[in-house]
Structures are given as C-alpha cells and as structure tokens.
C-alpha cells in the first residue's frame, strides 16, 4: 500500500459524457501527479501539481483539466469523453517537486467509455 | 522521449539472481536513475534510484557504471512475485516543468 488512494476504482460511462477521478496524496506530499495508461501508449505523463499551483503539463488534452485544492487532494476532470480515453488513469504522490524525489502511486482508476 | 533502453523482456528462474540493464547514454551529470516496477493491474511501484553510487535496500540493489551510462537493477533471489514490467527513468534533480519519462520498459518473467 503506497499511501496513496485514488477514487473510484472502476468507471463506466458514455461516449459524450463527464467524469471526475479523484486522488489523496499520501500524508505530507505537496506534489500530485497525473498519469493515462493506455494499451497502445503506454505510461503517459498528463500533469503535476505542487502545493496548489500547476507545474509541469505533459500530454494533457484540452477536454481533460485537473486542480489540487487547499487540503492537496487533486481531482482529474475529463470531458467530452471519447471512446480512446478508455484507460487506467494513476495519481502519484511525492514530498516535493525536483526529479530526484520518489513518486508513490495510487492503485488506479480504470475508465471505460461506451 | 524515454532517455534509456532496456531490453522488452527477460526471463528468469525462481530464487536465481536477476540483472535487468538500462542503458542510458545521454544521462548529464544531474539526472538521477530511477527504477519503478509495475505488477499487472497495478500502479507503479518505486523499488530504487540513485545519483552516481551504488545502492542498495531491501528490495534491491542498483548498480551505476563508473560512466554512468548503465546500470544495472540487480534482484538477488527472484521470487514469483517479482515478475512485473520494470522501468528505468532518468529525472533531473531539478525537473521543474519536466517529468518522468516511461518507456516499455523489460518484462520480467520468473519460471518456478
């Protein structure tokens, strides 16, 4: 168990639709992470967060946004689904923000559009 | 794109030592080597990183070329638990605006 919690397990929704994933940091980390794993792109960075501000943006799509709120838990907000955002979306967790610093993950969000 | 190279797969057999090597040519001197393993189903799970050392814990040990082009992730005694996809990244101390980088990483297999 890493410490980190990801919420909800397993989500089944519509082509068209609005979802939102959400992530608890493990205790005292500043930094969330935002991951897509996907059968043909594999582990694909989407953004990061450090104590409420953005920090880093990766391969994020327009119709997905995230934010870290006040007690640092993070949510992921996907829209406008499509059926090739059909992925495991993982959150990860880390002390602080530089590279060398360990990123804990959370067990993953399972998203399956129809 | 992934900085390192690692082989897709490799197989090993139960309580026999393992070797998965990571080339990674273009590491600057600031760029620390991370290694991550993934069961199936599963997120990612740290196992070990280091800077220009050796290191060791209690799930493995890293071994870094005196160039610090390799390295090499060394499981001692492989159990069948350790069979998982493993990936080497390289992170720079100061990533600000950068992140990891996973490759394909190896497919470990361990035969009982």
């Known amino acids: 168990d890493s410490g980190v919690t990801q919420t909800p397990k397993h989500l089944i929704t519509a082509t068209g639709q609005r979802v939102t994933l959400r992530c608890s940091p493990r205790s005292g980390d500043l930094s969330v992470y935002w991951y897509q794993q996907s059968l043909d792109q594999g582990l694909q960075f989407l953004i990061q967060y450090y104590n409420g501000e953005e920090r880093a943006k990766g391969n994020i799509l327009e119709r997905f946004s995230a934010q870290q709120f006040p007690d640092l838990h993070s949510e992921l907000n996907l829209s406008s689904l499509e059926l090739g955002d059909s992925a495991l979306y993982f959150c990860a967790s880390s002390v602080g923000a530089g590279g060398h610093k360990t990123q804990y993950f959370g067990p993953g969000t399972r998203l399956l559009v129809l | 794109d992934a900085k390192t190279t690692q082989p897709n797969s490799m197989e090993s057999n139960e309580e026999e030592p393992v070797h998965l090597p990571c080339n990674h040519s273009t590491i600057s001197g600031t760029d620390y080597i991370h290694w991550y393993r993934q069961l199936p189903s599963q997120g990612p799970e740290y196992v070990i990183h280091g800077l220009t050392s050796n290191v060791n814990n209690r799930m493995a040990s890293l071994a870094i070329a005196e160039d610090r082009k390799s390295s090499t992730l060394i499981l001692h005694r492989a159990t069948l638990r350790d069979a998982a996809v493993y990936y080497c990244?390289?992170?720079?101390?100061?990533?600000?605006?950068?992140?990891?980088?996973f490759g394909p990483g190896t497919r470990l297999s361990v035969l009982p």
């Open positions: 990244i390289l992170s720079p101390r100061d990533n600000y605006g950068q992140n990891f980088v």
